[in-house]
């Protein structure tokens, strides 16, 4: 329990981070949007990565007053830009299936939207393959709630789960983001291709927009534009970054 009591200080006193990794878009190279990615760093000022702290969040429900957090955080960050710097920037915020069971997603993004001035269509929220085929029937009805806030809902590392294909029909989807297992080093391994390429063909098929993670070279990012993949992440773009950087990025590249 020890790092659940040092999270649950880490949250009441304010000292979680998010940085942001820039979306581009693949054939113009510019910024749809930024992921924001939470960052903890302990009392003894080293980083704890999310894949330590979400899970103990999600066990100990820590994950509500975090994920409200994050909303907050996120679009409070893209108000800030705004009065800076005039764009159509758009941010896209984690939601752990945990958030998606327990907590009452909509007003609150409803309330976040209208706390910071800012039309819903600014806010893409990703949720994991696995979390929405859990249960498809009662996630349908939060995320068509979610939707009404104007967001878009994106399917987060799709390929990894267990996708009933019905489900996908099912589900008021907007884009999928490929995961990033199927993308790092695709150039030399032709399964990948074919995955990517399998994808990219059942997104254009039910009308969603589709997101290439972990790219790491402009070999893959070329070769995915090539496929038709239209927007991407990775370090070939820029690693998560603080919201100075962030914001310097945003302004440089469009
Ligand atoms: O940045 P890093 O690769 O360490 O992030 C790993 C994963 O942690 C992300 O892919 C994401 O799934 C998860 N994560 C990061 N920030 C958040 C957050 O604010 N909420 C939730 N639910 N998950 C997050
Ligand atoms: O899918 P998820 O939300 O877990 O992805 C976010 C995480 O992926 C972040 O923690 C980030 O540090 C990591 N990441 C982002 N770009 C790349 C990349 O190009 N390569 C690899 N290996 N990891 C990346
Ligand atoms: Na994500
Ligand atoms: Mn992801």
Not at 168 to 181: M, N
Request: aromatic fraction near 6%; charge should be negative; hydrophobic fraction near 45%.
């Amino acid at each position: 329990f020890a790092m659940e009591t040092a999270l649950r200080r880490a949250i009441d006193a304010g000292q979680l981070q998010l940085h942001y990794q820039p979306i581009c878009d693949l054939a113009t190279g510019r910024v749809i949007a930024f992921e924001a990615l939470a960052r903890w760093v302990g009392e003894d000022g080293r980083d704890i990565p999310p894949s330590a702290f979400i899970p103990v969040a999600e066990e100990s429900g820590l994950i509500v007053p975090l994920g409200r957090w994050a909303i907050d955080e996120a679009l409070r960050t893209l108000a800030v830009w705004d009065r800076r710097f005039s764009s159509t920037v758009q941010m896209a915020v984690n939601i752990s299936p945990i958030q998606l069971q327990r907590d009452c997603l909509a007003p609150i993004v409803a309330s976040a939207l209208a706390t910071h001035g800012l039309a819903g269509e600014r806010l893409k929220l990703e949720l994991t393959e696995s979390a929405l085929i859990a249960d498809p029937d009662g996630n349908a009805e939060t995320l068509r709630a979610l939707k009404a806030t104007g967001a878009t809902i994106a399917m987060d590392d799709f390929g990894t789960g267990y996708s009933n294909l019905a489900y996908l029909q099912k589900l008021p989807i907007d884009i999928l983001k490929i995961d990033r297992s199927f993308v790092t080093g695709m150039m030399a391994d032709r399964d990948k291709i074919a995955i990517v390429r399998a994808i990219l063909s059942l997104a254009t098929t039910l009308g969603m927009e589709t997101v290439a993670e972990g790219i790491e070279t402009h070999d893959v990012a070329q070769t995915l534009a090539a496929l038709g993949c239209t927007y991407g992440q990775g370090y070939a773009y820029a690693a998560p970054l603080s919201a100075d950087a962030a914001y310097e990025l945003l302004v440089a590249r469009n």
